[in-house]
């Protein structure tokens, strides 16, 4: 196989997939990893994608670049059901409190395994700003939905705004389960928006403990808003081991990262 052919393949499965894996791309097309990391070269400097820590995700333009909820379901599926089903994992069997879940699509992901829970399991209550989660949460056995209200953005479908920020800040959940456009060991977890940025800062804030799901697409970026430190972070579940810079940084801060 050509050079050509195989990287229009792997731009292909970018688009899938929102990310690939050299190894994965090495067995598939039955080459050296040397030769993939070439290939990977090659279409980030044409700008068709970002190579990260064993691989590579989409590039986005700019630190206020947004892709909008729809598009960004169809990205990584695989590896947000896997971070999904890891952190429902973080809840002892006999877990009956009080979670908040951020707007995002691999919150959204935590949700769906939220809903299905085995029918014995004991009543949890839920809070959330997406109408999204929202929309997926309502009616499901043994939750206890509460939907904060507020300006929704249709970009993320969720609510921001000072009503929003104080009606999270009147609020002391059990854990949150947060969702980030960026992290990063200098800039922490950010995200694009400064009103969802400040939602976000509410909820690391009030919750009791912060759990980060985030695929290795977020590992390294910065976007424009820097909504809290990584020592805000108890956990960090993920799809793939950080680099060496972040992973130092997540230990100093005392964070616990899990691979899912």
């Known amino acids: 196989m050509y050079a050509m052919e195989r990287q229009t393949l792997i731009e292909q499965e970018l688009v899938?997939?929102?990310?690939?894996?050299?190894?994965?791309?090495?067995?598939?097309?039955?080459?050296?990893?040397?030769?993939?990391?070439?290939?990977?070269?090659?279409?980030?400097?044409?700008?068709?994608?970002?190579?990260?820590?064993?691989?590579?995700?989409?590039?986005?333009?700019s630190s206020t670049a947004e892709t909008p909820l729809a598009t960004?379901?169809?990205?990584?599926?695989?590896?947000?059901?896997?971070?999904?089903?890891?952190?429902v994992e973080l809840l002892p069997p006999d877990f009956h409190g009080s979670l908040y879940l951020d707007?995002?699509?691999?919150?959204?992901?935590?949700?769906?395994?939220?809903?299905?829970r085995p029918s014995g399991a004991r009543p949890i209550d839920i809070v959330t700003h997406s109408m999204a989660l929202a929309h997926a949460l309502a009616g499901a056995p043994g939750i206890g939905l509460t939907v904060i209200g507020g300006r929704v953005r249709g970009i993320t479908a969720a609510a921001v705004?000072?009503?929003?920020?104080?009606?999270?800040?009147?609020?002391?959940?059990d854990i949150a389960f947060v969702g980030v456009n960026g992290i990063s060991a200098g800039f922490g977890l950010s995200t694009p928006d400064p009103d969802e940025a400040a939602v976000k800062t509410a909820i690391?804030?009030?919750?009791?403990?912060?759990?980060?799901?985030?695929?290795?697409?977020?590992?390294g970026r910065e976007l424009l808003v820097s909504f809290a430190p990584l020592r805000a972070v108890d956990v960090l579940v993920t799809d793939v081991a950080p680099a060496a810079d972040l992973a130092e940084a997540l230990a100093d801060a005392d964070a616990e990262v899990l691979v899912a």
């Open 16 to 61: 899938d997939q929102g990310r690939v894996s050299v190894v994965s791309l090495a067995r598939r097309f039955d080459v050296t990893t040397e030769t993939v990391r070439r290939d990977l070269a090659q279409l980030e400097s044409a700008g068709a994608l970002r190579r990260v820590h064993g691989g590579a995700v989409v590039a986005e333009r």
């Open 103 to 116: 707007a995002g699509t691999t919150t959204a992901a935590i949700a769906a395994a939220l809903a299905t």
């Open 161 to 173: 705004g000072a009503d929003t920020v104080r009606a999270i800040e009147q609020l002391r959940p």
């Open 72 to 87: 960004r379901m169809r990205h990584a599926g695989a590896a947000k059901s896997a971070i999904a089903r890891r952190c």
């Open 204 to 219: 690391v804030a009030a919750a009791r403990r912060t759990v980060v799901a985030a695929d290795a697409g977020k590992h």
